[in-house]
């Protein structure tokens, strides 16, 4: 099976030498992904619940690139920078999400690559094609 990667134009560009997703059949992942802002190319805020808001839109650009949406998605890893914006990250997070609710991990970890990120989310996806 070939794996194919893509990093959509309609999202700001990896920070690092890798694309934004990754693709296998109907196996989707996507990178960790800060709440930036595409157009301004700044995060979205200095606020947990403004950059959860973000990066859930982000992903969802990314996954929707692949013809896939936020109910393909399986599981969601956060990674935080301090464990007191977990209220607001889940604010966020659950603003966009919806009633969807995939299989979530969330570790505090002690910075990211990303300047003022608080956070930074990956996911995994499957596209059941025999359902759409």
């Not at 990754?22 to 190319?41: C, R, V």
Request: charged share 25%; glycine share 6%.
């Amino acid at each position: 099976m070939k794996i194919k990667t893509i990093s959509p134009t309609n999202v700001f560009e990896p920070i690092g030498p890798y694309n934004h997703i990754a693709k296998a059949g109907p196996f989707i992942t996507i990178s960790g992904t800060p709440g930036i802002d595409s157009k301004t190319l700044k995060m979205a805020g200095e606020d947990a619940y403004s950059q959860a808001k973000q990066t859930v839109q982000n992903i969802k650009s990314m996954i929707e690139s692949v013809d896939a949406s936020l109910e393909d998605i399986m599981h969601v890893h956060v990674f935080l920078t301090n464990v007191e914006d977990f209220k607001e990250m889940n604010r966020g997070y659950a603003e966009e999400f919806g009633s969807y609710r995939p299989s979530r991990t969330v570790i505090c970890v002690a910075d990211l690559p990303k300047k003022d990120a608080l956070m930074t989310m990956n996911v995994t996806a499957y596209i059941d094609n025999s359902q759409k």
